[in-house]
């Protein structure tokens, strides 16, 4: 059990467009998910806290306009990069908190560039 | 400065051989420290969490080792295959709510 999936696994779009990741927990409820950022050879980066039914928390430098958060329901969270640029292009992952536990469980990721 | 630091940056070894990776972390307080397995381009998978009472733990061909008192874990990796090649992560708790991720090591296992 716990499974997060992610989708698209890779997108490309060109600058000024805008596009959305999805991240699902398959297999249980999920109040918190997590998104991050990751470029080549560093670390997660944390960008935001997604609680769902409630406005996202951000990480300090993560502009909030630009990455939109949405948290419908208890096994989705979305993220939308809008207008996007070049140096957008990263990794983005995800992970979840089931209901009432500690462990985060990560997604497989989505490979953004933007063109 | 990174809380989790990471060392070897990376490394190559030949398959069949064991390796030993190092994590040293400031973070304080802490709650439990984590190692994970990143293939490229995937995301992490869990191979092992210790709490602060927790000297090691294993995981098939992993083990970890912790010690709280001088803020040091290591992950083993024995008889390494080539399936190995990854980038194996260690992250570090203060809380259940965040986590701070060291930068990782590569290990490339060559034939």
């Known amino acids: 059990g716990a499974v997060v999936s992610q989708h698209p696994s890779w997108v490309i779009c060109k600058s000024g467009t805008s596009v959305k990741i999805e991240c699902r927990s398959l297999?249980?409820?999920?109040?918190?998910m997590f998104w991050y950022r990751q470029f080549p050879k560093q670390s997660l980066m944390l960008m935001a806290t997604?609680?769902?039914?409630?406005?996202?928390?951000?990480e300090q430098g993560v502009e909030k306009d630009k990455f939109l958060i949405n948290h419908a329901s208890l096994t989705l969270s979305t993220l939308t990069v809008t207008s996007a640029h070049p140096e957008d292009s990263s990794f983005y992952i995800c992970?979840?908190?089931?209901?009432?536990?500690?462990?985060?469980?990560f997604g497989p990721g989505t490979r953004l560039t933007v063109t | 400065k990174n809380q989790v630091e990471q060392s070897p940056q990376s490394l190559i070894i030949l398959e069949g051989k064991n390796c030993t990776l190092q994590?040293?972390?400031?973070?304080?307080?802490?709650?439990?420290l984590r190692w994970y397995k990143q293939d490229t381009g995937r995301g992490p998978v869990s191979l092992t969490i210790m709490t602060f009472s927790e000297n090691t733990k294993s995981n098939g061909r992993y083990t970890a080792t912790l010690d709280a008192d001088t803020k040091q874990s290591s992950l083993h990796i024995t008889a390494s295959q080539l399936s190995d090649s990854a980038s194996y992560i260690c992250v570090v708790s203060p809380n259940d709510y965040k986590l701070s991720f060291g930068a990782g090591t590569t290990v490339t296992v060559r034939a």
């Open positions: 997604s609680n769902e039914g409630s406005k996202a928390t951000y």
């Open positions: 994590c040293n972390y400031t973070v304080s307080p802490f709650s439990n």
């Open positions: 297999d249980f409820q999920a109040t918190t």
């Open positions: 992970s979840a908190r089931r209901t009432g536990g500690a462990e985060q469980y």
